[in-house]
């Protein structure tokens, strides 16, 4: 969690400097979601997500280097510098967006899960979506047809709060998105995003339930981003003592408080941690802003012929 944070913060710098173009969506405050949800998947496992969408494939084991690059607009991104910040994909490590259209993603991810219980293979999709595609249309008729066809899915709001700048009490009767399940007796809940175990427990329980052939579930994670909905973001629609208060349950601080108090680490090894992180971190800017732009060609290539491609096949 430590270094996907301190990944983002990097991003931010670079977008600062204009090395990073046009939109930027940062994870900032809610890594537990994802620590979270690896601890429970399986390596036939899959995600798809909407458009905050850096650190997922990281988690997933994508060489971070290439994210960076691909953020930059790099030959030697994920998919060449093409996708950029909106639209990180990795199928080889079962990583499927990366979607900028708002809710776009979860019928896909139904697809997803309904290939998985067509071909009988032995796999589950997770389906992350923010609380404001929770109001698109789509997500109902997904619903009906993931529980009346009881598809390997988990259908995960990540709800921190707003959409964009539009809370989520405005766009509703009530703001508890997890009840959106009751309608098709989906099991449904609301999850402690901040915390990294309350995570890994109800991931683990619906990531089985689909497993075994029981149908979908649908978790309304409360978590909360510390940064703007976007760089572009000027977060007029919150105050500051609304973000610091958050703050004091930072997934990563609580994670942290753990290991001192039970002892798992000394003062000395954690500062390792922090040097290593930094490190790393600075390994990534190094390789994404020393690769080469793509050649102009690969815009002509990729409409009109794909041999020369085959990973964009792929995607």
Known sequence: MLFWRKFEDKLA????????????????????????????????????????????????????????AELLGKDTGTSRGLGGSMHIFSPEHNFYGGHGIVGGQIPLGAGLAFADKYFERDGVTLTYFGDGAARQGSLHETFNMAINWKLPVVFICENNGYAMGTSVER????????????????????VDGMNPVAVAEAMHEAIERARRGDGPTLLDIKTYRYRGHSMSDAQ?????????????????????DVIKSKKYASEKQIKEWD?????????????????????????????YEQEDYPFLKHR
């Not at 090395?19 to 979270?36: C, M, P, S, T």
């Open 275 to 303: 040097q290593e992180v930094k490190d790393k971190v600075a390994e990534c800017q190094k390789f994404a802003e020393e690769s080469p732009f793509p050649d102009k060609q690969l815009l002509y290539d990729v409409v």
């Open 171 to 190: 766009t509703a009767n009530h703001d508890d998105i997890w009840k959106l399940g009751l309608g098709y007796e989906m099991p449904c809940g609301p």
């Open 236 to 256: 007029h629609y919150r105050t500051k003592q609304e973000v610091e208060e958050y703050k004091k349950i930072d997934p990563i601080s609580q994670v942290l």
């Open 13 to 68: 710098a670079l977008y600062i400097q204009q090395k990073v173009r046009g939109f930027l969506h940062l994870y900032n405050g809610q890594e537990a979601v994802l620590a979270g949800a690896l601890h429970a998947m399986k390596e036939n496992d899959k995600m798809i997500t909407a458009y905050r969408n850096h650190v997922q494939p990281i988690g997933l084991g994508v060489d971070p280097k290439r994210i960076m």
